[in-house]
């Protein structure tokens, strides 16, 4: 049972982008989220987390104030609102729980910003 990441695209630097990761089940609510990536050649990096309620969050500091994870427990998703793109944060996109995965990672959504 995977996790579903979408929004991903090409985008020019200073751009936009809104990715959401859909997670099966019912426990998806019970769990800490973090968005995560993977440049080609690194290892997968921590992006940011938010609590199980929503209540707190933490970003890696080369996207604070950038970047902003929000979550619906109701429609089991999280998002990742990245504004103000750089080319250096050209990867693949990952969700799963914190501090450990619970889910299958999924596939990933692209994201490219251009010079």
């Known amino acids: 049972v995977q996790l579903v990441e979408s929004g991903g695209g090409l985008v020019q630097a200073g751009g936009s982008l809104r990715l959401s990761c859909a997670a099966p089940?019912?426990?998806?609510?019970?769990?800490?989220m973090g968005w995560f990536r993977q440049a080609p050649g690194k290892e997968r990096e921590f992006v940011a987390s938010?609590?199980?309620?929503?209540?707190?969050?933490y970003y890696e500091d080369s996207v604070k104030g950038r970047f902003t994870i929000s979550r619906d427990n109701a429609k089991n998703t999280v998002y990742l609102q990245m504004n103000s793109l750089k080319p250096e944060d050209t990867a693949v996109y990952y969700c799963?729980?914190?501090?450990?995965?619970?889910?299958?990672w999924g596939q990933g959504t692209q994201v490219t910003v251009s010079s």
């Open positions: 799963n729980s914190r501090p450990r995965a619970v889910w299958s």
């Open positions: 089940g019912r426990i998806f609510s019970s769990y800490a």
């Open positions: 938010i609590a199980w309620n929503g209540g707190s969050t």
